[in-house]
């Protein structure tokens, strides 16, 4: 799979389609089961389950667990080769590729773009003898005659736009005219423009690449003054070569930007110099780059150097197509953007967690390039920076620890509008979307992210309504798609896990497979349903932990999160339901510390409760052990008997069970908690904070806010807005503080069982069921 990112840039993804890698999760409930296997699927608003086969021979059969309970219809002498279910050895195998590609990511890898490379190739060579004529680089040449697509165009194969059709394959039959070579080539490249202008008149504005009605126009007069055979005056380009000249005869400006601007600032005008004219070049050159080049275009650093001679022009343009062996891509360097991209596109695929060490290096190397007055550009060291990639920077640095401020966005921002690029006559929807996903990551008081957050919603809502997300700089599959699910689920709302499973499948969905589950033992030996609790409500617990926590090594802190939201559900329906004085309720904290004799004084249901809980501790802190050869029994009764003597004392059954869900996820990875942090004001701000926003969550919930009126901030109720505050309070608290004394692996797990309880009151049931199916029993 391919991931192309804005600009062209692209990273290469494997598409896994072993569970045990994007889909741990799917296999969960069969690794910790020994009895039986299940099938859940989606049937009308509810969900049925029915034993399972699986399709695959016993050996493959293995990914999934306990092999003995599994029913196998292939014979067992069938070779692990023949089976298409990934192995641990292949899922290496893949992780050690992707890491070599982002360790060697240099300058950025970007797919080669025609038209830039037909304009390096018309430089000429001056310096031979003799009347005989050669390109300063044939290996551009070259390149042309050797990339040509089977219909005679040339551009983006797997994608077509009839704009960048036209433009790539237009800029190369004049390069093989102009050399006079290939004519066969040449001929056929004609033929395909003749046969597709007209396709202009309906072509989607929204694909128009950038600075189209200049540069088109500049090569349809280099072709015609080299007598190529194309109808020049067909109505679609009449209308483009006067529109272009409505621009052109103003005497104050290119594309809304003056022209004196442009000879003074950095503008996007850089980037299409080719296709302008009357300019002043001596300067223009005080506007370059370090690298020498204008705005990292290829095409337009060419034609600067056919108008100027100027050296560093040369330099730049000999460097990038040495380092691209002669096809250039339309920027470069990219390694900004391409860090950047790679980092986002693997953490919503779900896959980031193998990456951790090279995620730091590219951070720190975007890090090292931050500019915190202008922001930055698809490429280091740029005078020219624009939202896009600005944005994402301020995110994920924000997000893995950098101090950043989001104050350079005040450069994007002109009255109430936010831009990507000065002087843009349409904006992107794209960058708009990463800016709304930027302005998420708030912490209190950051106005600017507030306004951006505002601006973008709204964009957002009406590019959706109008049908108008196409988009200039990238075309996906379903750009839509993205919006949607981020305007429908803010990122405290987001699980990480259902955005994953959702991401994928707007790259290309798979088929349905057939998973076991066998959690359901456990919930039928401890009796839950006499405390009310349903099979949905214990599907759904798991769900959360392993939308969560979803790293193949974390099936222990999975269910260690899953079965403390029942034992806690079935705790708190005791001491609603029976429990209901002080003295009942410590009787039962006695017995769990050992002060009192279980059976003295004793009834049924706190027999059941004690016992419940007892084997929950018991057998998380055996498996801990024998995991991790940690003793964590001690600490985790300790976090157990805190929380009851907080139930003991409160009427508010809520209390502080979301600080003893981190502790216990957390003890079950195997981290010791000191003692001392308990008293650490850092940790202390935290739990206060996050069993605040859990409870104050759970009660808005009670009041039964729709999600709509919560996006669209139309509640009325103060507590939705307290609840917001609060959790750009607890994500400064997460991320704005790398150095404190607080594990940061306790701190995000905070933050992630927050992002539970604020999904469970943001979205409706019907919602949940969908991605517990789309997550839980549907292959990626």
Not at 302 to 322: P, R, S, W, Y
Request: net charge negative; with cysteine.
């Amino acid at each position: 799979m391919q991931v192309i990112s804005s600009y062209g840039v692209c990273c290469t993804i494997h598409q896994f389609n072993n569970p045990t890698l994007l889909s741990t999760q799917q296999a969960e409930f069969i690794k910790h089961g020994h009895s039986r296997n299940w099938l859940f699927q989606n049937k009308g608003s509810s969900l049925v389950h029915k034993p399972v086969r699986f399709n695959c021979a016993r050996i493959a059969a293995s990914n999934f667990g306990n092999v003995d309970e599994l029913q196998s219809d292939y014979p067992g002498n069938y070779e692990e080769e023949d089976i298409q279910v990934t192995t641990a050895i292949q899922i290496k195998n893949l992780t050690e590729e992707i890491k070599h590609m982002l360790s060697s990511m240099g300058d950025g890898r970007s797919s080669v773009s025609p038209y830039d490379t037909a304009w390096v190739s018309f430089i000429r060579d001056t310096n031979i003898n003799g009347s005989s004529e050669r390109p300063l680089f044939p290996s551009c040449l070259k390149w042309i005659e050797d990339n040509q697509l089977p219909d005679g165009s040339w551009g983006e194969e797997l994608v077509f736009c009839i704009y960048d059709r036209l433009l790539n394959t237009l800029a190369c039959v004049v390069a093989l005219t102009l050399w006079n070579t290939s004519l066969r080539k040449r001929n056929k490249g004609v033929m395909f423009i003749k046969e597709n202008l007209s396709k202009l008149e309906t072509g989607e504005v929204e694909n128009m690449t950038c600075g189209f009605e200049f540069v088109f126009p500049a090569l349809l007069e280099k072709a015609q003054k080299l007598d190529i055979d194309i109808p020049y005056d067909v109505p679609v380009l009449m209308e483009i070569y006067a529109r272009r000249e409505a621009k052109f005869t103003s005497h104050t400006s290119y594309c809304r930007i003056p022209k004196d601007v442009i000879h003074t600032i950095p503008t996007t005008v850089l980037f299409s110099l080719e296709g302008l004219r009357d300019l002043d070049w001596q300067r223009l050159l005080k506007l370059q780059m370090q690298d020498g080049s204008f705005l990292t275009s290829p095409a337009s650093t060419a034609i600067a150097f056919m108008e100027t001679n100027d050296q560093k022009c040369l330099g730049f343009l000999q460097n990038v197509v040495e380092k691209c062996n002669g096809g250039v891509p339309h920027s470069y360097p990219v390694d900004m953007q391409a860090r950047l991209w790679a980092i986002d596109r693997l953490q919503r695929l779900g896959i980031s967690y193998y990456f951790a060490e090279e995620f730091k290096q590219l951070l720190d190397h975007v890090s090292r390039y931050w500019n915190e007055e202008i922001g930055i550009f698809g490429g280091r060291n740029s005078n020219f920076c624009d939202v896009d990639d600005t944005c994402m920077a301020i995110r994920l640095l924000r997000l893995h620890g950098f101090d950043v401020s989001p104050d350079v966005l005040n450069k994007f921002k002109d009255g109430d509008q936010f831009f990507c690029l000065r002087g843009e006559l349409n904006k992107s929807p794209t960058a708009m979307y990463n800016l709304y996903r930027c302005s998420q990551a708030l912490f209190p008081g950051e106005k600017i992210l507030e306004e951006a957050k505002n601006f973008t919603y709204n964009f957002l809502q009406q590019c959706l309504a109008n049908n108008q997300s196409s988009d200039k700089w990238v075309i996906a599959k379903d750009i839509p798609g993205e919006m949607q699910y981020a305007l429908e689920f803010p990122w405290y709302a987001s699980l990480p896990r259902v955005e994953s499973r959702l991401y994928i499948e707007q790259y290309g969905g798979a088929d349905d497979i057939w998973i076991g589950k066998t959690l359901y033992r456990w919930y039928e030996k401890c009796n839950f349903q006499h405390f009310g609790i349903s099979k949905k409500y214990l599907l759904v617990s798991y769900f959360l932990a392993a939308a969560s926590t979803f790293e193949v090594e974390k099936s222990r802190e999975r269910l260690a999160w899953a079965k403390s939201r029942i034992i806690c559900k079935m705790i708190t329906s005791y001491f609603n339901e029976e429990a209901t004085d002080w003295t009942t309720r410590n009787s039962l904290l006695m017995e769990l510390k050992g002060f009192h004799d279980m059976s003295k004084n004793s009834n049924k249901t706190k027999e059941m409760v004690l016992n419940n809980l007892r084997q929950f501790l018991h057998q998380l802190s055996k498996a801990t052990y024998e995991d991790l050869g940690r003793e964590i029994h001690h600490q985790l009764h300790n976090a157990w008997e805190t929380w009851l003597m907080s139930l003991r004392e409160e009427k508010n059954t809520c209390q502080e069970e979301a600080e003893l869900l981190v502790q216990t996820i957390y003890l079950s990875a195997g981290h010791m908690k000191h003692d001392e942090i308990l008293f650490d004001a850092e940790y202390n701000s935290l739990s206060i904070l996050t069993n605040k926003i859990c409870r104050m969550l759970n009660e808005l919930q009670n009041d039964k806010i729709s999600a709509d009126q919560w996006c669209s901030r139309t509640t009325g109720s103060s507590k939705a807005t307290d609840i917001e505050l609060d959790m750009q309070a607890l994500v400064n608290l997460v991320f704005g503080n790398y150095s404190s004394n607080v594990n940061q692996d306790i701190k995000q797990i905070f933050f992630a069982v927050a992002k539970t309880f604020y999904y469970t009151t943001h979205i409706t049931e019907e919602v949940i069921d969908f991605h517990i199916s789309k997550v839980l029993f549907q292959q990626v």
